[in-house]
């Protein structure tokens, strides 16, 4: 007798708990995180990530204090350094919103004793960084007039201006000197109380404060740096030192508050949430980017490109941020497009996370990846995203392929060198000597592309090739001293 079995399509349904993927996007970070500080070589740092307006990530990582290995938690305190600014930022918009000042004022309003080349200067351009005003700090970042504020102002005053008001873009800390000196005249207390009680004690921040290295603050991460000055030169000796640095009272608008990640996170919500400042308006002016006298904006670097105020901005067609940076080793960024806010604090000067940070939010945001062409000019990523496609062994042929269908298709030399490295990094090797033997051939008077093309040859342990585009390099650029000491060695 035919049995006939009827088929049954068994469905098996997988039910993870509801933090899973949280859980595996937070393993993820810690793992990007803890490789960076191996990397960089950062003794201490501390993450914290909102997302659609909650703390979604409060992580702490390695060593407060390594002479007494203390490990870095989450109420271990930072110097924020020049983060500090920011709040001078929201503290001008709260005078603003209580009717004692406007932004577009000249601030000889409120200010009499000033230069007359001075008197025309902006709120706007003080906060910006566009003010043209001489430095209250010399060539060694030592603040003039040995730190005594009625010495310092005495000097700067008599110093020339270095260009005219709103022509540029030059951080300078006399603009905040001056901000403190208006905050403590409209507000009737010192600017330190101003900002204590109108943002510290809404955000109901609990270790934040302002100090500097004289102060005994309890909890207080060292600080530290590889880079130390020499007689006025900066010189990265790949050793750690520690760093000391110390704020008189009257410069403390430019960079003097400590602060943890979980405190500067519930500062960012207390600001989004309206506890700050009560029009949306005013939170909109204060990350609106200011323009130059010609229209342009001026910025710190490429990333950092713009300044609004008393806040850096990241201006660019997908998920512009603001990002106050401090001390070459601390950051946070704001992405309002996006629900999304990072911080990252470090004790390590010259860590800059502000370069990494996009990286963290390409966990949130995938497109956001260094490896998916996040940051890439349309024409880079273009080259890039198909040679993904089409094999690395392949990318000469991309780009004849989309220059023959685009004749206005153009890279740079910088762009497809950043990608060979970005391809070390990964530890791609073989991909980075594609892309780096594509340079060669599409600039061959280039002395740099050939260099590049060597180090990659030389990791790869093909020695002679390697020391062939070293010659090339040099025969290019004869003080190319990279090139001429790979040679050296190898003779």
């Not at 500097?212 to 020499?230: P, V």
């Not at 609106?288 to 806040?311: H, M, R």
């Amino acid at each position: 007798m035919k049995i006939l079995l009827k088929s049954f399509l068994l469905i098996i349904v997988v039910i993870f708990p509801k933090d899973y993927t949280a859980q595996k996007r937070s393993d993820s970070i810690d793992t990007f995180i803890r490789h960076k500080m191996q990397e960089l070589k950062i003794p201490g740092l501390q993450l914290a990530i909102i997302r659609n307006d909650k703390i979604d990530q409060l992580s702490s990582y390695g060593m407060a204090n390594i002479e007494h290995q203390i490990p870095t938690k989450n109420n271990t305190v930072f110097s924020i350094n020049s983060m500090t600014k920011a709040f001078v930022g929201v503290a001008i918009m709260q005078l603003q919103e209580q009717g004692k000042l406007k932004t577009d004022d000249a601030i000889s309003k409120y200010l009499t004793d000033i230069p007359e080349s001075w008197k025309k200067i902006t709120f706007k351009q003080l906060l910006s960084n566009t003010s043209g005003l001489p430095n209250n700090i010399d060539q060694k970042e030592q603040v003039l007039g040995e730190g005594i504020e009625s010495k310092n102002w005495e000097i700067v005053k008599t110093l020339p201006m270095e260009f005219s008001p709103g022509e540029k873009f030059s951080y300078n800390q006399t603009g905040y000197f001056i901000l403190g000196k208006i905050i403590t005249q409209l507000s009737g207390i010192h600017f330190t109380k101003f900002i204590e009680d109108n943002q510290f004690k809404p955000a109901k921040l609990l270790v934040t404060q302002f100090g500097d290295s004289n102060d005994i603050i309890e909890n207080s991460a060292g600080a530290y740096s590889t880079i130390i000055n020499n007689d006025g030169q900066w010189i990265n000796d790949g050793k750690l030192h520690n760093v000391f640095a110390t704020f008189p009272l009257f410069f403390r608008t430019a960079t003097g508050i400590i602060s943890s990640a979980e405190d500067l996170s519930k500062w960012l919500l207390a600001l989004q949430e309206g506890k700050l400042l009560k029009d949306k308006k005013s939170i909109k002016e204060l990350f609106t980017t200011i323009k130059l006298n010609n229209g342009d904006v001026g910025g710190f670097n490429k990333l950092t490109n713009g300044y609004a105020l008393g806040w850096p901005t990241v201006i660019r067609a997908e998920h512009p941020a603001v990002a106050p940076v401090g001390g070459m080793r601390s950051t946070l960024f704001v992405y309002p497009q996006d629900h999304l806010s990072i911080v990252v604090l470090t004790n390590l000067q010259g860590s800059n996370p502000e370069w990494f940070i996009d990286e963290i939010a390409g966990y949130y945001l995938p497109d956001m990846k260094a490896e998916n062409g996040f940051g890439l000019s349309p024409h880079m990523k273009m080259l890039y995203l198909q040679t993904i496609a089409d094999g690395y062994q392949n990318v000469s042929s991309v780009y004849r392929k989309i220059k023959k269908k685009n004749k206005s298709f153009t890279v740079s030399e910088d762009e497809i060198n950043s990608w060979g490295y970005q391809m070390i990094n990964r530890n791609l090797k073989n991909e980075a000597l594609a892309v780096f033997r594509l340079n060669t051939e599409l600039f061959p008077n280039s002395s740099n592309v050939f260099d590049s093309y060597g180090e990659i040859l030389d990791v790869l342990g093909r020695k002679e090739e390697a020391v062939a585009n070293y010659k090339k390099s040099l025969l290019l650029n004869p003080d190319n001293t990279n090139a001429a000491n790979y040679l050296k060695d190898k003779k």
